[in-house]
């Protein structure tokens, strides 16, 4: 599921242990005895539920500097601070009245440069198209209509190169393509 988000994290003796214990409990703990000195801590939030995202947020923050911690959206590994900005960048859309106004935003494509534009509003609208997150912004570079793939694919892949991808945001991405569409059918 894209909506649940597990934090993975040993015992130590580091002072911050015990404060990471409390902010996993927030979410639902499980332990792991694998070895007489070794318990893993794995704790699972509900990436639909406000208020844990605030606490996995909380959780993030809290093991972006330990090495040993994972996270994991179903079977896929993330690294702990892409999951922190993208947790921060998710609560903020939870935030506004209309979450499209906050994470899409409108691109024109300028192959001649080789190089991706980002406009608010651009006259060109057949050079044009809409990404759907704000955080992989910096990824959507080379997405051209010329590319042999299709747009919504190179749209996928640039989101799973940003390591978006698992944002609750972005589990249904049909909507994103019918504006597209409606872009293109404007010629």
Known sequence: ???????????SQAVDFYWNLELAKRGSL???????????YESAFDLLNPIQVG???SLA????????AEVLSGNTSLTMGT??????????SMQVDDHHAHCWFKIRLTFDLTV????????DVTKSFVFPCRSA?????????EHPGTIDDQLDSALWRAGTRW?????????????????????
Request: with cysteine.
């Open 1 to 11: 599921m894209m909506n649940l988000l597990t934090f993975r994290f040993r015992e």
């Open 30 to 40: 499980r332990e792991f005895k694998v070895h007489p000195n070794i318990v893993i």
């Open 55 to 57: 606490h996995a947020l």
């Open 61 to 68: 923050k809290a093991l972006v500097l330990d090495k040993r």
């Open 83 to 92: 999951v922190r900005d993208v947790l921060q960048c998710y609560q903020h």
């Open 116 to 123: 991706t534009r980002f406009e608010v509003e651009s006259d």
């Open 137 to 145: 912004a910096t990824y959507a570079y080379g997405i051209h209509y």
């Open 167 to 187: 944002c609750p945001r972005l589990t249904d991405l049909s909507e994103i393509k019918l504006v597209n569409i409606e872009f293109q059918t404007k010629r």
